[in-house]
Every structure is written in C-alpha cells, then in structure tokens.
C-alpha cells in the first residue's frame, strides 16, 4: 500500500519538534524582530549626559540624536506544532495505511509531544488514531507503561485523554497486565484522574474506562481488575484519601465522581462492592464520606440521596433479592432520609433535600409497601395534612405512595381552590374503592367541581388535573357506576367546548385552551368504551366522531380561547 504523500514532511516537522528542546530554554528575541531602542525625552537626556554634550543654555544637545540600532540576536526560532499539517495527514490515515507507518510515526509523535507546550491537540489526534490500530499484545512496546503514566501526570487536558485511551485499550485485552507492578501504578494513577483530575473530559474519560474495564473483569473468571480496584487495601484507601482531604472543592469533586462510579458498578456486583469491614467502599459512601467534610453542601447532600435510590432501585424483592435494602436499612440511610421527607425544613438546604428523600421514600414503598411502621405512616399524614393550606410537592409525592389501608380515612385534600398538585393526588389515591368512598363522604361536591375545572380552560393545569381525575376513576370496574351516577360530569364530556375560534396555526401551536379540549376528547373516548349502552354511550360517540372542536376530524384544527363550555 502506498504510504501518504506528505510522510517525509510529517516526520521532519515531528523531528524538528522533538530535537528542538523545551519552549523555556529559547530566547524571548527573534531573528527577524528585534526590539527597537526606546526614544523617550529621558532617554535621550540621559545618553547627552553619558558623551557630555551640553550646549551654553544648558540644553542637552543629544535630544534628538537617533539611537544606535540594536542588531538582531542570531538565535533559533521556537517552532510550534503545524496542526494543519497534521490534522491533514491525520484524515488520510487508513488502516491499511497505518501499520507499517507505526514504527516511524510513534517514536516521533511521542517525542514531540514531550518537548512542545502548545498546539498538543494535533499530535495527540495523530497519536489516538494509530493506537487504535496497533494489536493489543504489540501495544506496550509502543507505548510501555511509563510513558503512559507520563500521560496521565501531564497538565494538558488532551493529553492525559490519550493516556486513558491507552489504558483503556491495553487492559482491556490484556489480561495479565496487572501481574506487572507498572502496570498496576498506571491503574492506581488512572483512577486518581477518575476522581481527581483537574480537567473534567480526561477525569470523566477515565471513569468511563474504569466501569467499561470492570464491567468486562466481572463477567470473567480471575475478576483480576476488580481485586486490584476494590480488594487492594491500598487503592481503596486511596480513594478514600482523595475523597476525605484537600479543598473543599476539589474533595467535592472527589465525592461526586466516586458517587457516579459506584452507582454504575453496584448493579454488576453489588456484594463485592459491600464487601468487607462496615460495607465496604459502597458503606464508605453511603454512610462516612460526606460526615465532616461536606456538611454544609447541600448539593453533595442531593448526590448522596440520588445514590441512594439508585442502590435501593437494585432490590428485587420478587425475586428474593432484597440487599441493597436490607444494607440501607442497616445503615441507617432510610431512617434519615424518612425524617429529612416528614420533619419541618429548619432552613433552605434542608426545604431542598425535602423533595429528593420524598422521592427516596415514595420509591421504598413502591418496592416495599411494608417498610414503614405504623407510627411513621402516621407521620406522613401528620406532615401532609399540616401543608394542605398551599400544596407541598414533596408531601403529596409520600401521600401518593402511601398504601390504600393507611389512606382511610381518607386525607382531607382540599378541593378550594383548584390547585392541580391537590387533583393530581386525588387522582391517585381515589382509585382505590376503599379510599374513594371515604372521601366521597367528606367531599360530596366531589364531582360537581371536577366537572367545573374541567370546563375551566382559563386554568390549564387544574382542568388537564381533573379531567385525570374522571379517566383513572372510570377506569376501575366500580369506577363507570359512580360517573352514571354523577350526570353532570358525562354532560361536560358529550359538549363541544364553547368560546373557541377556527385556526389551523393557533392548534399547532398546542396552546395550553386548545390542549384542554383534545384532553377532554380523549377522556370522552376512554369514557364512552367503558359505558354500557344506552343514551350516554350514544352521545359520546357522537362526540368522539365529530372530533376535538365539532370539525368531524378527529385531531381538530382549532384553538381555544378563554372560553368555558
């Protein structure tokens, strides 16, 4: 195969960069730029001084005499990298090109790259793109660990990603790499970058390789990465260094990235990684990592608890495999989260976290209705039923979760005024026939106001609320009796919603009115398949065909205005 045209200028250009020595050891003067001789007043006074020209009044007379010129320094010229010169080589690389390419272009690259302080883009482009093509049992002599850990330690940002790339191509085939001590020290620096690293594309870059490389040791037999990852006492201690000390910041930093990699790998092994004294490094970081170091970071706080749902989501509890939850049972960690949900925010970090460990806890019980006691159920209420003056998200998500038997006697949810995080709980909550009675005896205007906010277009969001409210009620077998039995809502669904004008623009537009209409459509079509027949059934399928806005065209042309039906 022909090699490229441009080879030999590649390679002189990458021999001139490498032999040239470091930018520091050149002088700040070039060859053709020398620095002109200052001419200021004082300048001039001071060289009349020097030859003693002053004339009878005293004058300098050397004012304006010209300066000597400064004769250029003969020194050579720092030489930057040619990027267009290499990014175009780079784009005509082929793999049938490459391999017999590699023993030039490597050793020249290489060397390059270490004697440059810019333009490191270029070379490390050229680089990546013969690495990938250079068989992995063949890799170390081009690129032996050295020189990688090299990588890994340089402050450019481009650079350290190549040296993950390294990493992540020859430990990925080789199995027995980490039966070598240099090897073994470019891992431990790898998952220093992972977690450390000041420049967040190789830090992120060397995460992912760490998860792809233990993804693919797991599945097998000598699982040689993930004893040297996790069951080395010394990289374990490690991390935990990195993630316990320093600046806030960069600790900060340390933490979050640890969460990210241990939430990723906890679902390929979740007993390795809680292996050992207190939980191992899952225990570490659920439990010890952010105590004293990070108290007042409430985003760090926020990490911490998405964490936690995500080892809480690795439960399987119908299959037996209940041990994440049992770990944070143990731990602690629901406990803490159960009261940062339920107990009075004492300050804005804490009215923050409120919503994340609501979502915790509503997750627990959709995997473990029985999780809480009786006392705690109670708490729940008790914290609900204080915010039912101005709808709390966070409180409405743990009512919404909780099972139908602690739900009767049904919570006094108010139904004044139409607020859509009250109809949205109802929605929930009233599908269970226990709960829907009870709050029927507490609520008698039940249907009456959901049949008016749903006629409501002016209020977008309650009206779309209580329209869910009529579909997930007739959606239980009970549910098509006790919409008989409230005409007035049936009466709303079989009406073309009034106050509306024809435009095609104003309905593709999805205007907030015109999206009230077709959900009321929708819900006449899901309530008419569910009715017997008779006179009801016959008007909503009158309804249903004339379409959103009575065109007869099922999608509807038209957009509402502030109408009501």
């Given amino acids: 195969m022909a090699e490229p045209d441009n080879l030999q200028e590649v390679l002189t250009h990458l021999q001139i960069l490498a032999t040239q020595g470091p930018p520091e050891s050149f002088p700040p003067l070039r060859v053709d730029d ?20 002053v004339n009878g009044e005293g004058t300098n007379t050397a004012t304006s005499a ?46 390059a ?40 330690d340089s402050p450019v940002a481009v650079v350290q990603l190549l040296g993950a790339e390294v990493v992540g191509k020859f430990m990925g085939g080789d199995e027995g790499s980490l039966a070598n001590e240099e090897w073994r020290q470019v891992l431990k620096k790898t998952v220093e970058v992972a977690l450390r690293g000041h420049h967040s ?92 170091n990070c108290g007042g970071d409430v985003v760090m706080h926020m990490l911490l608890i998405n964490f936690l749902g995500t080892i809480l989501s690795l439960s399987k509890p119908g299959e037996g495999f209940t041990a994440p939850y049992e770990f944070l049972k143990t731990t602690g960690r629901i406990e803490s989260c159960f009261k940062l949900a339920t107990e009075p925010a004492e300050d804005i970090d804490n009215l923050l976290l409120k919503t994340p460990a609501s979502e915790f806890i509503a997750a627990l019980l959709a995997l473990f209705p029985e999780a809480l006691t009786k006392e705690e159920i109670k708490k729940i209420l008790s914290s609900a039923a204080a915010d039912f003056d101005a709808p709390n998200p966070a409180s409405l998500l743990l ?137 009801w059934r016959e008007k909503l399928e009158e309804r249903v065909r004339r379409g959103v806005m009575d065109t007869g065209m099922g999608e509807g042309v038209e957009v509402a205005t502030m109408g009501s039906s």
């Fill in 399 to 535: 009512l919404r979760s909780l099972p139908p038997a602690a739900l009767v006697p049904a919570p006094r949810i108010p139904l004044t005024p139409p607020e859509a995080e009250w109809l949205t709980t109802l929605s929930i909550i009233l599908q269970h026939k226990t709960v829907y009675d009870s709050y029927l005896q507490q609520n008698l205007q039940l249907w009456e106001l959901v049949t008016k906010y749903s006629s409501t277009p002016a209020l977008p969001e309650a009206a779309m609320a209580a329209l869910e409210v009529v579909e997930k009620v007739v959606g239980k077998e009970w549910g098509v009796q006790e919409l008989l039995n409230a005409p007035g809502v049936l009466g709303m669904l079989s009406e073309v919603p009034r106050g509306f004008v024809s435009s095609r623009a104003g309905a593709d537009s999805g205007g907030s009115a015109y999206m009230v209409a077709r959900k009321r459509w929708e819900v006449a079509g899901t309530v008419k398949d569910r009715l017997p027949q008779g006179q």
């Fill in 66 to 111: 010209s300066p000597a010129p400064i004769e250029p320094i003969d020194a050579p010229v720092y030489l930057h990298p040619d990027s267009r010169l290499l990014d175009a080589f780079t784009l005509k690389l082929s793999e049938k090109t490459i391999p017999p390419l590699l023993p030039l272009l490597i050793p020249a690259s290489v060397s």
């Fill in 201 to 292: 594309a190789p830090a992120t870059r060397a995460g992912q390789v760490l998860a792809e490389l233990l993804v693919r040791d797991a599945e097998s037999k000598e699982r040689r990465l993930w004893g040297a990852v996790f069951e080395d006492v010394a990289m374990t201690g490690m991390m935990r260094e990195l993630t316990s000390t320093g600046e806030p910041r960069v600790m900060s930093t340390a933490q979050g990235r640890l969460l990210g990699m241990l939430g990723k790998l906890a679902g390929v092994d979740f007993g390795a990684l809680t292996k050992g004294e207190d939980w191992g490094l899952i225990g570490y970081a659920a439990t010890k990592m952010l105590d004293g």
């Fill in 34 to 53: 020398p620095t002109p001789a200052p001419t200021t007043e004082a300048t001039a006074e001071a060289n009349g001084e020097a030859n003693g020209e």
């Fill in 113 to 152: 790259l270490q004697q440059v302080h810019d333009g490191h883009q270029s070379i490390t482009n050229l680089l990546t793109r013969l690495i990938r093509n250079i068989p992995v049992q063949n890799l170390s002599s081009y690129a032996p660990p050295a020189l990688v850990q090299v990588c890994l």
